[in-house]
């Protein structure tokens, strides 16, 4: 088997790269046969990547088949070291051969106080010098639930703001934050009421049809619009929740001036800033935290995914002046996972001590301008945007008539065939956006410059196989 080398960390990745001809067939497995019988139906992924997977090293995982795949999902994010990392895997056997507790609740441990102490480490000083930390039960949607319940609390308001495109969790309180209407519209009337949905700077589709520095200007104006009318008919919310970079919903990262606007005019209201870092967080977008691009400061921070450095964990990290809630008013049983702590905390210095931010802004411009290259022949490619290694391509029709600025409509049919054509030759994608047409690329953040080559020119060889079809 030929070992493919990772540049940040220089271990052998023993799972063999991929051939450049490879075309893979996908026939149904005994093992997808019975998931297919036995799981919900509510899975998902294995509907769009049917494969079974047997092992795992770096950025590549190997199906029980032995077929090979460059893995750009990364568990939406949450590997950005890749899969089975040694400092992960060394923090992991040492909790078990110093016989550590595994479940401790909310009780602290030595694993517990340095795991807090690395990741307060690692946020803005003036953020870190007021921190407080609430530990949630080991999914990002219980760490929103948490946030909703603490701002509620301190204010005594009940109304949140929130955005269109917004992604947030499967919840019923967070669902409610979310501007996606498909997994809401089953469920009717949701158990959290007092959610008002504002437009996202989305500037390739700008709600005001505006784009650009005049759209940011519009948007700001109508939200400080809406906090200060006294006619706006919306109460003064607790908090505004945002996504500094939209993640489910297309990869969209908001423009920095208006974040900055919605810092200041969030402030001077007196209202909470929840920052949803879940997916963007731990140098994902090339600044350890997405929020740092814009210098702000935010009320409350949401962290899960990375931060368990493979492992389930979720925080809130928020101000001081929020911490007014009584003992028991969030809890979960397995707030207290000691072996995330110690997987987070070795990640956490991974990624500060071998500047792992530069590189991923590095590769994310890398594959970016190889993107742009390809947009050249590719009339399909629409927008190329994001920010360090959260990357997105939205998929156009160049035939479809325009939007009011000029750009051709979402082609929602192409996208999936584009992310089977990437699967048949090795590289796992995942797609997202308005009417499913974003292409994602989350690769591990270790990714090299030589692998971030190999995954754009598998993807130019999948547009081609895929438009070829139209």
């Not at 540049?7 to 998931?35: G, H, K, M, W």
């Not at 340095?114 to 930390?133: H, M, N, R, S, Y």
């Not at 109304?159 to 996606?180: D, I, K």
């Not at 209407?181 to 390739?204: I, N, R």
């Amino acid at each position: 088997m030929s070992v493919a080398t990772s540049l940040i960390e220089d271990q052998p990745v023993r799972v063999a790269p991929v051939p450049a001809e490879t075309l893979y067939q996908f026939n149904e497995s005994p093992l997808l046969a019975r998931q297919n019988q036995q799981e919900s139906n509510a899975r998902s992924y294995p509907r769009r990547i049917p494969l079974a997977l047997k092992r795992a090293k770096g950025i590549y995982v190997e199906d029980v088949e032995g077929r090979s795949f460059i893995d750009c999902l990364a568990g939406a994010g949450t590997l950005a070291l890749g899969h089975n990392h040694p400092v992960v895997i060394e923090a992991i056997q040492q909790v078990l051969t110093d016989e550590l507790p595994l479940h401790t609740l909310d009780l602290t441990t030595p694993v517990k106080d340095q795991f807090v102490q690395d990741l307060f480490g690692l946020l803005p000083p003036a953020l870190a010098a007021e921190a407080k930390i609430q530990f949630c039960g080991p999914t990002g949607t219980d760490a929103v639930e948490a946030a909703l319940k603490l701002v509620r609390t301190a204010t005594g308001r009940s109304t949140v703001l929130s955005f269109q495109g917004g992604y947030h969790g499967m919840s019923q309180g967070a669902l409610s934050l979310m501007g996606s209407l498909g997994p809401k519209k089953p469920l009717g009337a949701l158990l959290s009421s007092g959610v008002q949905f504002m437009p996202y700077p989305y500037d390739y589709r700008c709600p005001f049809g505006l784009g650009g520095a005049q759209g940011v200007q519009v948007n700001l104006n109508y939200l400080e619009n809406m906090l200060n009318d006294p006619e706006a008919g919306v109460q003064l919310p607790a908090a505004v929740i945002v996504e500094v970079v939209q993640g489910e919903g297309g990869v969209i990262p908001a423009d920095l001036d208006w974040l900055r606007g919605l810092r200041r005019i969030t402030e001077q209201a007196g209202v909470a800033l929840i920052v949803d870092e879940i997916q963007s967080g731990f140098a994902r977008t090339g600044k350890m935290f997405a929020f740092e691009h814009a210098g702000i400061i935010p009320d409350v921070v949401v962290l899960s995914k990375a931060i368990g450095g493979s492992l389930p964990l979720a925080v809130v990290v928020y101000r001081d002046w929020l911490d007014t809630w009584l003992p028991g008013a969030h809890a979960g049983t397995f707030r207290g996972n000691q072996m995330a702590m110690a997987a987070g905390s070795a990640v956490m210095r991974y990624l500060k001590d071998n500047n792992v931010c530069a590189h991923a802004a590095a590769m994310g411009e890398r594959l970016s301008e190889h993107l742009r290259i390809l947009q050249r022949d590719f009339p399909q490619l629409g927008d190329i945007r994001g920010r360090g290694l959260m990357l997105g391509v939205e998929l156009v029709d160049p035939n479809g008539t325009p939007d009011v600025q000029g750009h051709p409509p979402a082609f929602g049919r192409l996208a999936p065939l584009v992310q089977r054509e990437c699967l048949k030759r090795g590289l796992i994608l995942e797609l997202g956006g308005r009417h499913g047409a974003v292409v994602r690329f989350l690769p591990p953040l270790v990714i090299t410059a030589a692998e971030i080559d190999r995954v754009a020119e598998i993807f130019g060889r999948a547009l081609v196989a895929a438009t070829a079809t139209l």
